[in-house]
């Protein structure tokens, strides 16, 4: 938010943009990419924004911030955008794959960072050639293909990553190289092996289903529909369709997308997935409702502080944020974000652009997505996932801060979610949306792995172990504008719990209310209001309004969140809470006068076992 001292365009690169039009959206695409280019090495090949690492080489890295603006740069030419100026992106191929050069990017190899950046060069050979390959002498022609041949012939990661194969064909084929076709047919085939049906993949062999599918999966298959065209590719463009009323419901009627998963710091790329639709001549939703979700998020973004005071897009989610990335995440990685500016592609006079934009259509209640785990609400200004909680440990720790990305009970797109800033720290952890224990007040536990999940009609169902010493089944479900968790826990000693609500803003003043009592807890500002309230459990439970750590949130750098805490006896206990958060604090103070009823525990557990649905990622191996 501005607060009238710095002008309103401080980290908002798109102020005063009103994303409304074709032109609007390349004009933002130009905003990002003017500021990279001050970063340009003199040869061309490399970009770097900061010093920070990610676990790879600096070569990857800064091969990073070369390609990933060919991803908006490539649509925008191909639109007839007439202020690239392509030269020193000529250059910098030529100059990257020279092993000879300062500036070479190094060898591919197997599993490596460069071969996810080979792909948007793929994509590039293919649709502006004339752009770089034609300026190229033959002797860089040959540094080129000889480059992309090396890592095409690599062995890639066993996820999403397989696409990458194929998009490095498109640029092989566009420049007559040729290639082992076999190699690609063996990629096409395991690509298959994640599909589930209904429009989802898992991302590889795990238990692993977030904007990755959306963003990579949808998006990378659609190119191929277009670009490639051939019979393999078919399939992407059906189960795009598919998928295509599912991923509505991750996004609020303001544009807000759920915050879930990994690689949050890509940003806007989820709004790819519409404008891969639409590039793909697929109008799996009317024109108008696509350039709606599209254009939406787009203006989302722009009220957001999400770059550096240069123009830069950090590491971070709707502002700078190192607590919340990966490992994998260097300075130049967000630029990923531009797989948005895809529809550039289009002219203006495609349907995509010249219909009328729609709002956001009316959506059911509830809507069970029985694949990945979910079910969501949308209420207003609100994308709301209850989670079954998908795999990320104790065999699968590849994912830093992998619980708090993929096994809370509950995620949002107005609120987004909080990681943790310190495991030893109990009294400060913020458990939005979890709930965690603890043996010595100082180190504690949460959800990361299910033995089982099931759904039944609208109720979520995970047995699950925080450690050797406790068991705990919890049951999930709507009711009204609360959602309800129940919790049965057997536990080998007396230890401590504590369990959070929705993490709200903060402003300078902190809030209008901070209420914690037996049994409840409120926190409340101008803006929301977030509440948890006990239910009846078989103990008593204090509310806490809870002032969390700074930056642990994604979307907001400040917080507040209620919490349930209290001390569970050995053997066995459950745990009932009712859950608010309302963007209308009024209201929401009338809608804690309507609390749901108590939980009937022995009627949730008759119907799970009468109906219980396994879903569908827990058939995947979970050392993946």
Partial sequence: MTDGIYPDSLFHPWWGNELR??????????????????????????????????????????????????????????GGADWIDWKPIARGLACG??????????????????????????FALRLVPDKLWAPLEPDERENVVAYLKSGHACRFSENNWKFFRLLISLGLDAVGADHDQGLDQAYIDEIETFYFGDGWYSDGDARRADHYIPFAFHFYGLILAVLDGRAYTQPYRERARLAAGDMTRWFADDGAALAFGRSMTYRFAIAGFFGALAFAGEEALPWGQLKGFYLRNLRWWAKQPMASRDGILPVGYAYPNLLMCETYNSPQSPYWALKAFLPLALPEQHPFWSAEEADCPPRADVAVHVHTGMIIRNPPGDAIALCGGQQTGPQNTWARFGAEKYSKFVYSARYGFSVESDPNRFADAVLDGMIGFSSDGLQFHVRQANEQVLIAD?????????????LVETWLYCHGDFHVRTHRVWAERAVLTKEGGFAIARSDRLADALEGEAGNAVVATPHDLSAIVDLGSSVIRAGKAHIAQPNTNLIAGRTLVPQLTAEIPRGTSTLFAAVLASADPAAGRSTLTRLPPAPDLPALEALIKANGRPVTLMSRNTSA
Avoid: M
């Fill in 97 to 122: 794959t020279d092993p000879h050069h300062p500036e070479y990017w190094g060898q591919p190899t197997d599993r490596n960072q460069r071969l996810v950046e080979l792909a948007a060069i793929g």
């Fill in 458 to 470: 609208d109720v979520l169902y995970a047995r699950w172990r925080p450690n050797g010493d406790i």
């Fill in 21 to 78: 039009t074709r032109a609007d959206v390349e004009r933002a695409l130009k905003s990002l990419c003017d500021p990279a280019e001050s970063y340009r090495s003199a040869g061309g090949a490399r970009l770097r924004f900061d010093a920070t690492a990610a676990h790879f080489d600096q070569a990857a890295a800064d091969l990073e911030g070369f390609s990933r603006l060919l991803w908006g740069l490539v649509p925008a030419q191909v």
